[in-house]
């Protein structure tokens, strides 16, 4: 955090003070799909976040979220999905008035977690080769480039670098749980 932005300071800690990571809800759909559509080029549709939660049994949706004036307010949010003994990180977002606290970084270790107490043993996602912003974040993790997916992204055709984490157990749940990814190099 930069010494010279005082006022910064304040609101990242308000922001960690009252942050609280949940269950994504179907009343939750239109505030999610508002951070997907500020954030992506290509977002989601509403209807797919409606899918993961009514009908996906192998994805793991949550939302973060701020009290404001006692008012919680959803700031971001993650889905996952369960394959085998693989989570691959389909979608991550946060609300672009709340970047740049650590809401993206406590959504991933919330999120991790989770996973590895169902036995998830690797996590992969795809990231565009241009957001070293997410790149950082995800090495800060432990996720490595393993490939690329030329031109994943259709509304530029820019490719995406696959990002993955192998060895998630224990060991990694007890680095997560002891705030390890803190103290990451960056």
């Known amino acids: 955090m930069s010494s010279s932005h005082p006022e910064r300071a304040a609101v990242d800690s308000d922001v960690i003070a009252s942050l609280r990571i949940r269950p994504m809800r179907l009343d939750d759909l239109r505030a999610v799909h508002e951070i997907d559509v500020l954030s992506f080029t290509l977002p989601w549709p509403e209807s797919s976040f409606r899918y ?13 979220e701020v009290q404001q ?30 970047r740049g606290n650590v809401i993206a970084k406590l959504m991933l270790v919330d999120t991790l977690k989770i996973c590895i107490e169902k036995g998830i043993r690797t996590a ?18 432990g996720f490595q480039v393993v490939g690329t997916r030329p031109r994943y992204y259709k509304d530029n055709d820019e490719d995406a670098l696959i990002m993955t984490v192998d060895g998630l157990g224990e060991q990694t749940l007890k680095w997560l749980e002891a705030g390890g990814w803190q103290s990451s190099h960056e």
């Open 52 to 64: 993961e939660l009514q009908e996906n049994p192998r994805s793991i949706q949550r939302v973060a």
């Open 69 to 98: 004036n006692r008012i919680w307010q959803i700031v971001g949010e993650i889905v996952v999905w369960l394959i085998m003994d693989e989570a691959h990180i389909a979608t991550i977002a946060v609300h672009p008035d709340f």
């Open 124 to 141: 992969t996602l795809e990231v565009r080769a241009s957001n070293l912003i997410a790149q950082k974040l995800y090495r800060r993790f």
